[in-house]
Protein backbone atom coordinates (compact mmCIF):
# COMPACT_ATOMS: atom_id res chain seq x y z
CA UNK A 1 0.00 0.00 0.00
CA UNK A 2 1.88 3.01 -1.23
CA UNK A 3 2.11 5.93 1.55
CA UNK A 4 0.20 9.62 1.06
CA UNK A 5 2.79 12.12 1.49
CA UNK A 6 -0.09 14.65 2.68
CA UNK A 7 -1.82 12.08 5.12
CA UNK A 8 -2.74 14.19 8.07
CA UNK A 9 -4.38 11.54 11.20
CA UNK A 10 -6.84 14.11 13.24
CA UNK A 11 -8.28 13.27 16.73
CA UNK A 12 -11.20 15.38 17.07
CA UNK A 13 -11.73 18.30 19.99
CA UNK A 14 -14.87 15.98 21.27
CA UNK A 15 -12.17 12.89 20.81
CA UNK A 16 -10.82 11.46 23.82
CA UNK A 17 -8.07 8.85 22.76
CA UNK A 18 -6.71 6.14 25.48
CA UNK A 19 -3.83 4.05 24.28
CA UNK A 20 -0.66 4.53 22.48
CA UNK A 21 -0.74 6.12 18.54
CA UNK A 22 1.15 5.15 16.52
CA UNK A 23 1.57 6.85 13.25
CA UNK A 24 3.65 6.88 9.92
CA UNK A 25 2.95 10.71 9.67
CA UNK A 26 1.45 13.55 10.96
CA UNK A 27 -1.07 13.79 13.37
CA UNK A 28 -3.08 16.76 14.28
CA UNK A 29 -4.29 16.74 17.63
CA UNK A 30 -7.91 19.08 19.08
CA UNK A 31 -9.40 16.63 21.50
CA UNK A 32 -7.29 14.80 24.51
CA UNK A 33 -5.09 11.84 24.44
CA UNK A 34 -4.01 9.83 27.51
CA UNK A 35 -0.94 7.28 26.76
CA UNK A 36 1.50 7.52 24.25
CA UNK A 37 1.97 9.01 20.83
CA UNK A 38 4.86 8.23 18.19
CA UNK A 39 5.11 9.40 15.08
CA UNK A 40 7.39 9.07 12.13
CA UNK A 41 5.91 12.44 10.94
CA UNK A 42 4.98 16.05 12.60
CA UNK A 43 2.40 15.63 15.83
CA UNK A 44 0.33 19.34 16.30
CA UNK A 45 -0.70 18.97 19.68
CA UNK A 46 -3.52 22.36 18.90
CA UNK A 47 -4.99 25.03 21.15
CA UNK A 48 -7.12 23.44 23.70
CA UNK A 49 -6.27 20.08 23.25
CA UNK A 50 -4.83 17.81 26.47
CA UNK A 51 -2.14 15.16 25.75
CA UNK A 52 -1.19 13.37 29.20
CA UNK A 53 1.08 11.32 27.03
CA UNK A 54 4.63 10.70 26.20
CA UNK A 55 4.98 12.57 22.57
CA UNK A 56 7.91 11.34 20.18
CA UNK A 57 8.30 12.62 16.63
CA UNK A 58 9.73 13.51 13.65
CA UNK A 59 9.02 17.31 14.62
CA UNK A 60 6.31 18.56 17.41
CA UNK A 61 4.40 21.51 17.60
CA UNK A 62 2.49 22.53 20.86
CA UNK A 63 -0.34 24.98 21.07
CA UNK A 64 -2.12 23.38 23.97
CA UNK A 65 -1.00 20.78 27.31
CA UNK A 66 1.31 18.32 27.22
CA UNK A 67 1.89 16.72 30.72
CA UNK A 68 4.52 14.28 30.10
CA UNK A 69 7.51 13.49 28.00
CA UNK A 70 8.47 14.92 24.57
CA UNK A 71 11.00 13.75 22.26
CA UNK A 72 11.58 15.58 19.15
CA UNK A 73 14.09 14.35 16.81
CA UNK A 74 14.32 17.52 14.52
CA UNK A 75 12.57 20.23 16.06
CA UNK A 76 10.05 21.13 18.73
CA UNK A 77 8.20 24.08 18.93
CA UNK A 78 6.05 25.52 21.37
CA UNK A 79 3.91 28.50 21.44
CA UNK A 80 2.86 31.13 23.27
CA UNK A 81 0.03 29.44 24.57
CA UNK A 82 1.93 26.01 25.17
CA UNK A 83 2.10 24.33 28.49
CA UNK A 84 4.42 21.45 29.03
CA UNK A 85 4.95 19.58 32.17
CA UNK A 86 7.80 17.12 31.45
CA UNK A 87 11.29 16.13 29.96
CA UNK A 88 12.36 17.57 26.71
CA UNK A 89 14.76 15.74 24.54
CA UNK A 90 15.14 17.60 21.05
CA UNK A 91 17.65 18.37 18.56
CA UNK A 92 16.11 21.90 18.10
CA UNK A 93 13.63 23.98 19.90
CA UNK A 94 11.77 27.17 19.91
CA UNK A 95 10.03 28.99 22.47
CA UNK A 96 7.79 31.70 22.07
CA UNK A 97 7.50 34.31 24.50
CA UNK A 98 4.47 33.32 26.94
CA UNK A 99 4.66 29.43 27.00
CA UNK A 100 5.44 27.60 30.30
CA UNK A 101 7.59 24.05 30.39
CA UNK A 102 8.31 22.37 34.10
CA UNK A 103 11.07 19.58 33.87
CA UNK A 104 14.28 19.01 32.31
CA UNK A 105 15.49 20.00 29.10
CA UNK A 106 18.38 18.08 26.46
CA UNK A 107 18.63 20.05 23.26
CA UNK A 108 21.07 19.26 20.81
CA UNK A 109 22.07 16.61 17.53
CA UNK A 110 23.00 13.93 20.03
CA UNK A 111 19.85 14.68 22.58
CA UNK A 112 16.79 13.09 20.64
CA UNK A 113 18.31 10.24 18.53
CA UNK A 114 15.08 7.65 18.58
CA UNK A 115 16.04 4.78 21.09
CA UNK A 116 18.82 6.44 23.34
CA UNK A 117 17.79 7.72 27.01
CA UNK A 118 20.35 9.32 28.17
CA UNK A 119 20.97 8.90 32.07
CA UNK A 120 20.86 12.71 33.63
CA UNK A 121 23.74 12.50 36.35
CA UNK A 122 22.57 14.26 39.45
CA UNK A 123 24.81 17.23 40.85
CA UNK A 124 27.01 16.54 44.22
CA UNK A 125 25.09 18.89 46.71
CA UNK A 126 26.91 21.29 48.12
CA UNK A 127 27.26 21.99 51.99
CA UNK A 128 27.98 25.47 53.55
CA UNK A 129 30.54 25.49 55.67
CA UNK A 130 29.54 27.44 59.07
CA UNK A 131 33.34 29.20 60.21
CA UNK A 132 35.95 28.81 57.13
CA UNK A 133 38.38 29.59 59.78
CA UNK A 134 37.69 26.79 62.12
CA UNK A 135 36.00 26.44 65.54
CA UNK A 136 36.19 29.90 67.57
CA UNK A 137 37.62 28.08 70.45
CA UNK A 138 40.33 26.36 68.83
CA UNK A 139 38.89 22.73 70.35
CA UNK A 140 38.42 20.81 66.93
CA UNK A 141 35.63 18.34 67.10
CA UNK A 142 36.66 14.81 66.68
CA UNK A 143 34.83 14.40 63.18
CA UNK A 144 36.58 18.00 61.99
CA UNK A 145 38.36 17.92 59.05
CA UNK A 146 41.43 20.84 59.62
CA UNK A 147 41.08 24.02 57.31
CA UNK A 148 43.32 24.19 54.05
CA UNK A 149 46.06 26.92 54.03
CA UNK A 150 44.95 28.28 50.93
CA UNK A 151 40.91 29.06 52.72
CA UNK A 152 42.59 30.37 55.88
CA UNK A 153 42.84 34.12 56.60
CA UNK A 154 46.51 35.75 56.29
CA UNK A 155 48.25 35.91 59.56
CA UNK A 156 49.57 39.74 60.05
CA UNK A 157 52.76 40.09 59.89
CA UNK A 158 54.60 42.55 62.31
CA UNK A 159 56.54 45.37 60.84
Request: charged share 25%.
Amino acid sequence: MPTDENTLTVIARDAKFKGELVLDQAAKIYGSVEGRIVSGGEVHIAEGALCKATVEARSVIVDGTVEGDVVARERLSLSGKARVKGDINAAAIIVAEGATYTGQCRVGPQAAKAGEEAEIEPKPRVTRLANMNGPVNNAAPATSTPTPSWLQSPKATPH
